[in-house]
């Protein structure tokens, strides 16, 4: 018997990367698995690595009807949800002198208000005593060039983990964050030009302690920690990043 049967787990943001990742430990664990993007073809494609049982909703969490719908379905397809992962974020690389208010706008509806209102419509659904894990950043601890908005809207995230936490011991529910450094998602070639992220991947590389890029599976691994084994752990922040917030 898997170390996940009978769980329900549901992973915003888990068609690629570390969601992807997350997903495929806690399937190959045996737990129903529900992921959430915004693309068809990525969680279909996603679907075809999980297996049929897993269930796949296309939506946007920076839309409150949309989060609505996707709470909706986990409560028909589950009933109540074990562990929520609330992983669905973006990054934008710009400058703060040319930063939009658009683009400002984009980050923090996706990564702050999309986050906590994911939790918030998915409340009812949570069995008590289960586990909550947000995706914050490095980025939120560390003054990087070209990232202030997306590391303010990681800060905001980790500042809710704590009143979050808070608010839900009385149903013993535990609220932490997973903080990545980089990560090899190709998520870097996916918000910037190629030569802007051939460049920012050498610098990250050569900047980070360990040397290197983590792996998404690194990351899938913390997030099970936190979701299911971390007992007496709430409110934290849990650094995978090569050692970058820490030395
Ligand atoms: N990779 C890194 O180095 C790194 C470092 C620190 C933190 N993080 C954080 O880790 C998380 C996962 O990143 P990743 O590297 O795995 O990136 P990724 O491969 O681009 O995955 C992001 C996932 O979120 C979904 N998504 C994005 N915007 C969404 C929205 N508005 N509504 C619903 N789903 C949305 C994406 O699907 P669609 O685009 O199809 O919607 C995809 O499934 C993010 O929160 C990111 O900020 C990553």
Do not use: C, W
């Not at 664990?29 to 279909?44: C, E, P, Q, W």
């Not at 939790?119 to 914050?136: E, N």
């Not at 936190?226 to 007992?231: R, S």
């Amino acid at each position: 018997m898997g170390e996940y049967e009978g769980k329900n787990v549901v992973i915003t943001g888990g068609s690629s990367g570390v969601g992807l990742a997350t997903a495929k430990l806690f399937a190959g664990g045996g737990a129903r698995v529900l992921i959430s993007g915004r693309t068809r073809a990525t969680l279909d494609s996603a679907h075809e690595q999980l297996g049929e049982s897993a269930v796949t909703v296309l939506g946007d969490v920076a839309s409150l009807s949309d989060v609505d719908a996707l709470a909706g379905r986990a409560k028909a397809e589950f009933g109540l949800v074990d562990a929520l992962f609330v992983n669905a974020g973006v990054t934008r690389s710009v400058s703060f002198e040319a930063m939009s208010e658009q683009v400002y706008d984009e980050l923090f509806a996706i990564n702050a208000k999309g986050a906590y209102f994911t939790v918030q419509k998915f409340l009812p659904l949570l069995r008590d005593g289960s586990g909550v894990v947000l995706t914050t950043s490095v980025a939120n601890v560390k003054g990087m060039p070209t990232v202030s908005a997306y590391a303010a809207s990681k800060a905001a995230l980790r500042s809710m983990t704590r009143s979050l936490a808070r608010e839900l011991l009385p149903r013993r529910i535990r609220v932490n964050a997973i903080s990545p450094g980089p990560i090899d998602t190709g998520i870097l070639e996916r918000s910037m030009p190629r030569d802007a992220a051939e460049q920012t991947r050498a610098q990250m590389t050569a900047n980070n302690p360990m040397l290197r890029f983590g792996d998404s599976g690194e990351v899938a691994k913390a997030v099970a920690f936190l979701a299911f084994h971390a007992t007496y752990t709430t409110g934290a922040e849990f650094p995978v990043d090569g050692g970058a917030s820490q030395l």
